[in-house]
């Protein structure tokens, strides 16, 4: 059997298609270059966004149109088991087509997760955070970290295969095995718990690599303890990726992100005095519900303090099911949020 896979989203879903491949590998099927050349092609699916959603359904019609067997994975998987709503819609639109948890592709050796010349290991898998706009607490359901020591297993066994740059991976690799903790203490006015990634990446960055980096981050998670051993181990990556996604407090606070545009700043300046090369990049929402023209202007202040090296602009499109989709009506207009866009992309992208 000839298969391709196509994957749509973040770092994790690239992580997880490495999987898919050895899964039919092991089974002795053939890949292939292009889905025009499969009998089975694999639709690795994300919900973060309309326009990557809309863009795998278009695979997905396509491939059926050509009669070949459609297998849908990813978050729409995880979306679907939850909200009857899109699962009624989505059945309706494309009967015929297999739809597999991720869960489903385990093979029994844990494949090398390359992307270039870095080796992909996932460290924690969901999300506890419930930011309003967010599918993906729906769709990959709340955090579970990995134990450390099949973490560190899996990077010798990258470095014994000649692998030199590690990238760790999760929606929030900072609260990693906080899952794992009873006792709480409050950072940046909140409770939380404890995390243990910076002896996770301490432990990491002792290794015989030459790059360790990390995704994604969130600030309310962001301790002073991995600030200091990202400054003690010069081999972990001073480009940092910091997502604000706004910088009023209000929308902010509307957004359910836990610190206000001076916490943000403060935390950067914190991780500037320790980490002297450090640099930064962003995630930002454009054109959330009640964004007016001077709480945009809050987000390229943060832009013009930061001075980001890259920043990945989404312009906002309810996702269904989220707490942002069923309060909050949609209310900037496309128009003014593809303005806000070139504005950010000319500032930041294309300085
Ligand atoms: S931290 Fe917020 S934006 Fe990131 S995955 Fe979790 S809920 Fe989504």
Redesign the pocket.
């Known amino acids: 059997m000839k298969f391709f896979v196509q994957t749509f989203g973040c770092i994790q879903n690239t992580a997880d298609s490495e999987k898919v491949r050895s899964y039919f590998l092991s089974n002795g099927d053939e890949e292939v270059k292009s889905w025009k050349e499969a009998d089975t092609v694999i639709v690795n699916t994300c919900m973060v966004r309309q326009s990557a959603e809309n863009r795998a359904y278009g695979l997905v019609r396509n491939s059926q149109k050509l009669k070949k067997k459609v297998i849908i994975t990813g978050c729409l998987v995880g979306v679907i088991k939850k909200n009857y709503r899109k699962k009624a819609e989505v059945m309706k639109n494309f009967s015929g087509v297999d739809f597999w948890p991720i869960e489903k592709f385990e093979v029994d050796y844990e494949p090398i997760k390359k992307f270039n010349d870095t080796v992909l290991i996932p460290i924690s898998y969901g999300?506890n955070?419930?930011?309003s706009y967010?599918i993906?607490?729906f769709a990959r359901g709340p955090e579970i970290s990995r134990n450390m020591e099949g973490i560190l297993a899996e990077v010798d066994e990258a470095i014994k295969k000649g692998n030199k740059n590690i990238l760790l991976i999760g929606?929030?690799v900072n609260s990693y095995g906080s899952d794992l903790q009873t006792c709480g203490y409050v950072h940046m006015g909140k409770k939380r718990f404890k995390s243990l990634f910076p002896e996770l990446l301490k432990k990491v960055a002792e290794k015989d690599l030459e790059k360790v980096s990390f995704v994604?981050n969130?600030p309310w998670d962001f301790s002073d303890d991995l600030i200091e051993v990202i400054a003690e181990y010069k081999n972990i990556d001073r480009l940092i990726h910091l997502p604000f996604q706004a910088g009023d407090d209000e929308i902010l606070k509307k957004m359910n992100r836990n610190y206000t545009k001076k916490e943000y700043l403060d935390l950067v300046e914190r991780i500037k005095e320790k980490v002297k090369d450090v640099r930064f990049s962003t995630d930002i929402i454009i054109g959330f519900p009640g964004e007016t023209d001077e709480k945009f202007e809050e987000t390229v202040d943060i832009c013009r303090q930061v001075n980001f090296e890259v920043a990945y602009l989404n312009k906002y499109s309810p996702r269904p099911g989220t707490v942002s989709e069923k309060l909050y009506k949609d209310d900037v207009p496309m128009k003014v949020k593809k303005e806000r866009w070139v504005r950010l992309e000319e500032m930041i992208n294309k300085r």
């Open positions: 999300c955070n419930m930011c967010c993906v607490p929606q929030n994604s969130n």
